[in-house]
């Protein structure tokens, strides 16, 4: 059965094909309102989340169906098997998606599930994220995606992971103006060094990634689950002074005629300007609103190979 841990099992034309459908169903929302007619998603949270919650939410009644939220600490993932209770759910929902704070703990959801599992972030992949992404650059970029380039800025963590997998299928130029000896933390993924690596995509100056991009992209310098925790804020105060050089701001950009792009949640005044945020040149309001049409183009497709919608 196929999952949805990160984007790396994903050939360069399944990954146009999901996005094929993410526009086709944006255009016509009407015609899908009843592919996924009975089907049930269930959403699993550990971690904090706006967009991805409401995305798939919205996503599945829009196409029929049905999101169960399912919230670790209050169900009783907290005190279970992590296998057992998949076991119980995946005989329930046609689907699982997952927000994790450990890739390995989405690995024994994978094992133990009988339906397709998607990843809704964890420390080391956002693959919905690149996905969304990707769909709104193509909205803004004029021919070939192949032909654009992107700038990412700040830190290296899953959705740089995400956009550097995805970037090296589709042949996109990703640059990844980040501190050197930036070491990822527990985001970092043997396969994506490989990939960085091959690629060139690193430089440790900003101004340099930035240079000619046609998109330029920024995330939190701080994993969620850690911004507002007291036990964090000393390693939160140095890590905030050592990234400003790397803020997405006015003078790093200057009048450059590029696209600015950010996942969210946005903290502003650190990871970006706030004015940029606003910025006529600024897409991330639009990017945002693109996660409920990429999950739908990947609902479709996930559940069309798990053979539960039909081709
Ligand atoms: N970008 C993103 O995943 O947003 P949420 O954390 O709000 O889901």
């Given at each position: 059965m196929r999952h949805l841990?990160?984007?790396?099992?994903?050939?360069s034309a399944e990954i146009k094909d999901i996005l094929q459908r993410a526009s086709t169903i944006k255009q016509s929302p009407a015609e899908y309102?009843?592919?996924?007619?009975?089907h049930s998603l269930a959403m699993l949270f550990q971690k904090t989340s706006t967009r991805t919650r409401v995305s798939f939410e919205v996503a599945m009644t829009e196409l029929g169906g049905h999101g169960v939220y399912v919230d670790w600490t209050t169900s009783n993932f907290v005190l279970s098997g992590i296998e057992h209770e998949t076991e119980y759910l995946s005989r329930n929902v046609s689907g699982i998606m997952a927000r994790l704070l450990h890739h390995s703990d989405l690995q024994k959801i994978m094992g133990a599930s009988q339906v397709p599992v998607i990843n809704g972030c964890d420390e080391k992949f956002h693959p919905c994220q690149a996905l969304t992404d990707v769909l709104t650059m193509m909205e803004h970029f004029?021919?070939?995606?192949?032909?654009a380039s992107i700038a990412y800025v700040g830190i290296q963590n899953n959705v740089s992971n995400s956009m550097a997998i995805i970037c090296d299928k589709l042949g996109i130029d990703l640059r990844l103006g980040t501190p050197p000896?930036?070491?990822?933390?527990?985001?970092?993924?043997a396969d994506v060094d490989a990939i960085i690596d091959r690629r060139g995509y690193?430089?440790?100056?900003p101004r340099e990634a930035v240079d000619g991009a046609d998109f330029v992209y920024t995330d939190t310098w701080i994993d969620m689950q850690y911004f507002n925790n007291p036990d964090h804020k000393e390693e939160n105060d140095a890590k905030l002074k050592k990234m400003m050089p790397y803020q997405l701001s006015r003078s790093l950009i200057?009048?450059?005629?590029v696209r600015i792009m950010h996942d969210m949640p946005i903290h502003d005044g650190f990871e970006i300007e706030t004015e940029l945020v606003r910025d006529p040149r600024s897409v991330i309001y639009l990017q945002a609103e693109n996660r409920l049409h990429a999950q739908k183009g990947l609902l479709w497709w996930l559940f069309e190979q798990a053979d539960l919608v039909g081709k």
């Amino acid at each position: 059965m196929r999952h949805l841990p990160h984007l790396k099992d994903l050939s360069s034309a399944e990954i146009k094909d999901i996005l094929q459908r993410a526009s086709t169903i944006k255009q016509s929302p009407a015609e899908y309102r009843s592919l996924l007619a009975a089907h049930s998603l269930a959403m699993l949270f550990q971690k904090t989340s706006t967009r991805t919650r409401v995305s798939f939410e919205v996503a599945m009644t829009e196409l029929g169906g049905h999101g169960v939220y399912v919230d670790w600490t209050t169900s009783n993932f907290v005190l279970s098997g992590i296998e057992h209770e998949t076991e119980y759910l995946s005989r329930n929902v046609s689907g699982i998606m997952a927000r994790l704070l450990h890739h390995s703990d989405l690995q024994k959801i994978m094992g133990a599930s009988q339906v397709p599992v998607i990843n809704g972030c964890d420390e080391k992949f956002h693959p919905c994220q690149a996905l969304t992404d990707v769909l709104t650059m193509m909205e803004h970029f004029d021919g070939d995606i192949a032909n654009a380039s992107i700038a990412y800025v700040g830190i290296q963590n899953n959705v740089s992971n995400s956009m550097a997998i995805i970037c090296d299928k589709l042949g996109i130029d990703l640059r990844l103006g980040t501190p050197p000896a930036d070491d990822n933390g527990e985001s970092r993924d043997a396969d994506v060094d490989a990939i960085i690596d091959r690629r060139g995509y690193h430089t440790a100056d900003p101004r340099e990634a930035v240079d000619g991009a046609d998109f330029v992209y920024t995330d939190t310098w701080i994993d969620m689950q850690y911004f507002n925790n007291p036990d964090h804020k000393e390693e939160n105060d140095a890590k905030l002074k050592k990234m400003m050089p790397y803020q997405l701001s006015r003078s790093l950009i200057g009048d450059a005629d590029v696209r600015i792009m950010h996942d969210m949640p946005i903290h502003d005044g650190f990871e970006i300007e706030t004015e940029l945020v606003r910025d006529p040149r600024s897409v991330i309001y639009l990017q945002a609103e693109n996660r409920l049409h990429a999950q739908k183009g990947l609902l479709w497709w996930l559940f069309e190979q798990a053979d539960l919608v039909g081709k």
